[in-house]
Every structure is written in C-alpha cells, then in structure tokens.
C-alpha cells in the first residue's frame, strides 16, 4: 500500500518536483498557497488496530475522522481534543498534520497531546516510524509530537497512533449574558477551580460553558453555577468546532476582510480590534472578521503573549502564520532541510520561503 | 583534558564560587542518580543567571567544548553522566520562581526550581503542577523538562510535555530561543515537544512557564487483592473499559507486596499473588460514583479482597507500600536491577509469563512493580554482584525483558530516559534510517555536537549491547528519595 507513494516521493525528489498531499480536502484553505501536483493519501485507509482497554487507535492517514469516531462512539470512546472536520471529509493524516484543536481543547488537550505514534514517509521517500503506541515513551526525540501541526512539510504522514478517552456520561451546556470583560475573567476563574468544565465561548454578550463527567458531578456542577440550559448544545459546539455558525463566512463583496484567529494569554483583556469577535478556549483564542493589515494583527496577538493565524482569507505574501524570530525561523528551515532537502513536500504551506 | 587557557577563560566569565575545579568539590558531581556510571568531571560550571549561562555556552562553543548539563542530578539513565573534556553545567543555582499568576494559572520558573516546589507556592491559590515523579522532592523542573519526567498520575494528567507552556533555553552557539507561548499553541513546528525529553542534547533551558492545575476536591483509593496476576491485569483493563481514568493504578506482584509489607507494615494482605492500587480523584459526586463502579468492576473481574482507605490517613498507609516498593525489595538481596519498560497493557499475562520463565532460566528472582494504568513496568531483578558471574547474568536478563518490551510492541523507556544506560538497546527499537534522523535532528541545533555527546542516540557502530540500571547494596546516591 505503502509502494506507490514511496516510489512517487523517491521521484520527486529526484526530479525536484514539489508535491501537495491532500486526504479529503476539508482544509486547503488553511496555511499558505503550495505548489505542485497533487498527492492524495485517500488510499491509504482502515483502522489497523483499536484496543478500547488499552485507550489507543492506530489508523492509516487516509481514513475519514468521522469513520474513527463512529468506531470510538461504538465503544463509548472518543477524540478528546475534539478535532474540527470542517464540511465531513477531513481525515485523520490531515488532522494530525494541521494540528488543530476543537472545544475541549483547554480542558482536555490538543491533537499533539494525543498523538502516541506516527509512521512517515520523509522527503528522500525513506518509510520512517517514531513513537508507538504505548502512552510512555521517552525513547529518543519526540519526532512525533514534531509532525503534529507541521503541515506535511516535514514528511508525508501514513499512520498515526492516538491516546483516546472514555465519552463523558453527561453533558450539558449553560450560558449566561455578560459582557466580553466579565466573561474572560469568569472563564479564567472557572478554570482554577475544580469543576468539570470542557468548553467555553463568549459572542455577542453570551457566555456558553459546557460541562462534562459523571451525571452527579455535572449536576452539582450545574446547581453551582446557574445560568440557563441551552438546548441542542452538541448542535452548537459542533458548529463552532466546525466553523459552520455565519460567523465565520466571510461577506461577500468585502474582499479585504479575513478570519483571524488570535491565540492569546488567556486572561488577556477584550482586544480593541473590532466588534466581530468570537471567544473560545478560556480566553485563549479569539476569532476575528477584520481588514487590519496582517502586521498589526501579528504584533497585537504577540503582544498579548501568543501569535495571529490568517485563517480564511487572501494570504499576503509573507505568510498567513506569526513571524518567527530569525533564530527560530533560521531552526524551522533547518529542520525542513534535514526531513526534506529538496523541499518537495507542501512547499511554501507553512511558512513561504521553505 | 581542558586546556589551562580554558579555564582561566571560564574563570573570568563567572564568580569564582561558581567554577569548580578541584578534586574534592568535583566528587560530588561524579555520578546522577544512576551510581553504577561515575566519571569525575573536569570542571564544574554553577551559573547565577542566565547570562552568565549564555556567555558559558559561547566560550565552549568557539573552543569547541562539550557540554553537559545537570539538575539535581537525580536522573535514573546517567543521562547527567560527566563527560571527559568536557564542562559540567550545573543549573541548581538558577532557582528562583519567578512568577506564579493564579488566574492564567500558570508559573514561570528557573530550571533549578525543585518539582514540588512549584506545587508549595501554589497551594495557597488551590492550584498545583501536576507531573509527580516520585523524586519530585529534590528533582527540579529543568531535568524534568529534559526527559519528559512522569510519575504515578501520568494516564490521567500527563506527563511534562503535556504540562507546560514555554521555555526559554540557549543554543551551544548562545542564541535565546524563546519556544512556546503564553497561550495554549505557537507558531511554526512544535519546538516545545522537541526539547521536552531531548535530554539536554539540543539546548539549554533557562526558564520555563508550566500550567497549573485545581487541587482535585477529592481523592480517595481502593486496594483489590487478586489470586493470579493474570486477573489483576485483566481488572486494569476493565476498569477503563468501564469509563473511570484513574489518577493513579499500580500493581504489585507477590515478591513485591511481600517485601513492602515486611518494610512498612501498611496492612497490605500476604496471601495473594497481586494487589491493585486504583485512586480516583476529581470533584466529590464523580470521585462517590468512581469509587462505586471501581469496586464492581474488581469484584466482577474476581478480586478475593477489596477495601476502601476510608481516610486521608488510610490512603496514605495503602500508598505507603507502594512508595517503599524499591528499598522494600533492596532488602531482599545485595543488588537489583530496576528495568523500565512500557508494554501495551494486554500483553502484561503475556510479559509476566515469559519474565518468569526467564527468571528460573536465569536462577535469579524478579519483583514486579508496575504503573499499570499506562503500561510502564518495572522489573526489578535481584542478584549479587559479588557472586562471580551474576551481574553479568543480571544485565542479560535485563536486557532479554526489554527486548521483550519492543517485541510486544513496547518500549525500552516509560520515564527514566535512556541517557548513557540504555543507549544500546535504542539500536532494538529503531532501525538505521530512524537514528540517523535523530543525529539529524541534533545538527539542525548543534551541528558540532557539543551538547552532552554520546547520550541519548547511539551512534550507528555502538549498536551492540544491552545495559541497566545497576544499584549495589541498595545503595542509591539520593537514599533519601522515593523511587517508584
């Protein structure tokens, strides 16, 4: 299974030739403008071994996240870090590649926290395998955390190994109207004290916390905090995680306009950015519909301890991701240099010049 | 050897309490917490502050010197083993916790900075740091960020790399990499990931930012004695099928319970062939619910005995043996070897059955200890060095049980790190192509290698033989530590 993309990647690193890996699409809009032909990975499916006792899923990169977590829920199990499938097909390579991260993200761990494993195959067309599939591993460097959130510029990912979580026994979602400064401090402080909290967002004057775990707890939980039940909330979070709610389009006929997502210290203050935000993750995101120049947006976010994604939008020329500083950005093309030295794989995806 | 122009160089950078350079005060640096491996080093580097490290880094990298630095030296794998030629970087002094923000809850601290002091400062906000290694009062945080340190309640709250934010470490050509962020992701590759377990092999860290958690409401533990050890491991299993993340599940076996009952009397019960340790913590309703489905999951999966420490005094006592498990068993012969394996846990009958096997093919004992909620065994092998031929027996024995590791799908290493101990068994677990992609790694920050060379990856003609951890007469250099 593995022979043909071994074989397609061994030419075109011979031939100098860039390639674009692809699994179901659901995120080409995500990270800057590639070059090359397409390389797909939607062959490369199938659950190679699931074991519900020992809390791990080892899946082949082409294989639809939906198909896992319908897998998963049979066992009561789930993706904790609740990963966006962005219109259905997205697939666990591209998942894992992108690296991003839905609701329960602050309460429960992102994608790299999951990930156990990965087998790749780097930019010479060398099968390669770190990791495993036990949750401790301190043998040599940690390559496959490294993968997570690389964009496929360091290899081509063909099969991942992944932590997964029992399914909470209860959820339910309350939501109060407050304003955008009382809502990250409440956030904030929600979060320092013992409570099963496992989502929260703040728009247009509504706070929404989620609450997840044993029935009593949430239930004690619930009578602690108040606020009103929101009905249909697995709807809500799910359009959030999916950025299917309207505020995430962006207006036709403003061409200038972008979604930003700024990733912020959590208790930063509401940023004077504008009126179209959306708040998630504690505080530590903030999604923003704005026609500021990239500059500003990288330098606020970096001031507020974090870093600014163009997310959906025009890219400019210098990228869609926070400048890096030149000794970090001088280590990032290194890195690319060692796992692909011919830069073939997602050329320009990450950061424009490597 | 260093060069006397060297030193007088490295002299000059620093106070002159800082540079250690006769034999008397270099002795105590010989070794980390792995005794069997000791090398005096040549020279000992105690830096005050962070420019001081910088400017260190710089001399020894024009003059081409390597580099090794060291915590509280407690590390298990001589990962902090000196190296001929080489300066000994010690960070104890940078010790400062610098920040503690209660409502971000996070904490900027210096490498020296103890584990567990970090929990002490943050108690009075009702927050701690939760990785736990059992040295984590004298450990400190900048070795437990070099290997990724764990600690008893990894499967519920991870380990190091899933519990800090940002660093701030050095290039050997003394560049500030500021890696991590205050938020929950950066920009770029995931550098934080990287240098966390790098074993002081990329780079030198001088500050890190670490999350802070809620003190759970509650946390209480059940003790379940089983007849065979093949159920106590299927009762593991059923348990997390059942949906409860223990914040803690040990498993001891017969040698093991009975050495840490004849140690510290914590009531353990003598007649059964493994005891179950499952603590479960979290808000009070949940840790009522747990406890409950806890104790039909052990009497369906054929526990003989189940009892719940009804007192924070109680559970205390229930972990006491656990905690006393290494010394415990220290008793019961001259010399052990402590293994550290991971294993996907459905093969621990598999492991157990073959690690016995082996054990009367080799005519020496094994107590076995395990973190068995995620799968990290340690064998712990009783011989004596001073019977001709039995520390070499030992060693391959040793080596047999994580080769073992690797071929159920396992690891070499859960948590001690490989350092200079297991670097031959590295050669097991990866092939050629995977190596040489960790050597890799390394140039793109420290093409020279000059930081703590020789450790962690073996070079491709090493790979040849298996190490372990050797204790001689029970004789740890940090007695005084836990070691679980």
């Known amino acids: 299974m593995l022979e043909p993309l071994i074989e397609r990647i061994r030419a075109a690193h011979a031939s100098h030739s860039p390639l674009i890996i692809q699994g179901g699409g659901s995120k080409t809009f995500y990270g800057n403008p590639d070059e090359g032909e397409v390389l797909s990975t939607r062959a490369l499916t199938g659950v190679v071994d699931y074991q519900p006792k020992e809390l791990v899923l080892t899946a082949r990169a082409g294989t639809p996240l939906a198909e896992i977590e319908a897998l998963l829920a049979e066992q009561n199990q789930m993706l904790a870090f609740e990963p966006p499938h962005f219109g259905g ?6 998942c894992i590649a992108a690296g991003l991260s ?7 761990g992102a994608a790299r926290d999951f990930v156990l494993g990965v087998r790749i195959i780097d930019g010479t067309g060398q099968p390669l395998r770190f990791g495993g599939q036990v949750i401790k591993n301190v043998a040599g460097y940690d390559v496959s955390r490294l993968m997570v959130g690389a964009l496929g510029t360091l ?9 997964v979580l029992p399914k909470p026994a209860a959820e339910t979602t309350l939501q109060f109207e407050l304003d955008e400064a009382s809502a990250i401090e ?17 728009h247009a004057g509504l706070l ?12 004690a939980a619930q009578a602690k905090l108040g606020g009103e039940t929101l009905k249909d909330s697995a709807a809500f979070w799910q359009r959030l995680r999916d950025q299917s709610t309207p505020f995430f389009e962006l207006r036709p006929g403003a061409s200038n306009q972008s979604l930003w997502r700024l990733a912020v210290k959590p208790t930063t203050p509401p940023l004077k950015l504008g009126d179209a935000q959306w708040i998630e993750w504690g505080g530590a995101v903030r999604w923003l519909i704005s026609d500021l120049p990239p500059a500003a947006l990288f330098a606020a976010a970096n001031s507020c301890g974090g870093h600014a994604t163009l997310f959906r939008g025009h890219a400019p020329a210098s990228g869609v991701f926070s400048p890096l500083t030149p000794a970090l950005h001088a280590l990032h093309r290194n890195l690319k240099q060692r796992f692909d030295p011919r830069g073939i794989l997602n050329r320009g995806r990450l950061y424009p010049d490597f | 050897m260093l060069s006397p122009a060297f030193l007088s160089q490295l002299r000059r950078l620093l106070p002159p309490h800082s540079v250690l350079y006769e034999r008397e005060d270099l002795v105590p640096f010989e070794s980390d917490g792995l005794s069997a491996y000791r090398n005096i080093p040549d020279v000992v580097a105690l830096p005050e502050n962070e420019a001081q490290v910088a400017a260190i880094l710089q001399l020894c990298h024009q003059n081409k010197v390597a580099v090794v630095a060291r915590g509280a030296g407690t590390g298990l794998a001589a990962g902090a083993l000196p190296i001929d030629g080489a300066v000994l970087l010690v960070l104890s002094r940078l010790n400062q916790i610098k920040n503690i923000d209660p409502l971000a809850r996070t904490a900027t601290v210096q490498p020296g900075v103890r584990n567990l002091a970090i929990s002490e400062a943050a108690v009075k906000h009702n927050l701690y740091y939760a990785p736990d290694p059992s040295s984590q009062i004298a450990c400190s945080i900048g070795g437990n960020v070099a290997e990724n340190s764990g600690g008893v309640h990894c499967l519920k709250y991870g380990l190091t790399v899933h519990n800090i934010l940002k660093l701030r470490a050095w290039t050997i050509d003394g560049q500030l990499l500021e890696i991590g962020s205050d938020t929950l992701d950066a920009a770029g590759y995931d550098l934080l990931a990287l240098l966390t377990g790098s074993e002081g092999m990329l780079a030198v860290i001088t500050e890190v930012t670490v999350k802070l958690l809620p003190r759970p409401q509650r946390a209480q533990v059940v003790l379940a004695a089983f007849d065979d050890v093949v159920k106590a491991g299927a009762a593991v299993g059923n348990i997390i099928a059942a949906g409860v993340i223990p914040a803690g599940l040990e498993m001891m076996d017969r040698l093991a319970i009975q050495a840490a009952e004849a140690f510290v009397h914590a009531g353990y019960p003598l007649d ?4 179950l340790l499952c603590e479960v913590d979290g808000v009070n309703e949940e840790v009522s619910d747990d406890i409950f489905t806890v104790r039909e999951v052990l009497t369906a999966s054929g526990a003989t005995e189940i009892r719940t420490a009804e007192s924070e005094e109680q559970r205390l006592k229930f972990w006491a043996g656990r905690k006393a498990a290494f010394p415990a068993v220290g008793r019961l012969a001259p010399d052990y070897y402590c293994m550290d394996g991971t294993i996907p846990r459905a093969q621990l009958p598999h492991v157990l059955k073959r690690i016995s096997e082996m054990s009367t093919e080799y005519g020496l004992a094994v107590a076995n200890v395990f ?15 001073n019977q001709p031929g039995e520390l070499h027996k030992a060693e391959a024995f040793g080596g047999k049980i994580l080769e073992l590791c690797v071929e159920v799908g396992g690891t070499i290493t859960g ?10 068994q590295m050669c097991a677990q990866f092939s050629t192509p995977e190596l040489v992609r960790f050597h890799e790694v390394k140039a793109a920050f420290d093409p020279d290698k000059l930081l703590n060379p020789g450790k962690a990856v073996p070079e491709l003609h090493r790979c040849a033989e298996w190490g372990a951890m050797h204790i001689h007469g029970g004789q740890l250099p940090h007695p005084e530590l836990p070691r679980f």
């Open chain 2, 272 to 275: 059964c062939e493994a005891l």
């Open chain 1, 155 to 163: 290899g081509l990912l063909t099969e991942a190994s992944l932590k």
């Open chain 1, 102 to 108: 839905g609701p329960r993200r602050p309460y429960a």
């Open chain 2, 415 to 424: 948590e001690h790190g490989v350092g200079l101990e297991k670097i031959n």
């Open chain 1, 208 to 219: 929404t916390l989620r609450l997840s775990g044993a029935v009593s707890a949430v239930h």
């Open chain 2, 371 to 385: 973190h068995a909620g995620d799968g990290n065994l340690h064998p712990l092998i009783l011989f004596d060095a």
């Open chain 1, 186 to 202: 409440k956030m904030n402080q929600l979060a320092g004290q013992s409570l099963p909290l496992s989502a929260t967002s703040w």
């Open chain 1, 89 to 94: 097909a997205a697939t666990l390579g591209g």
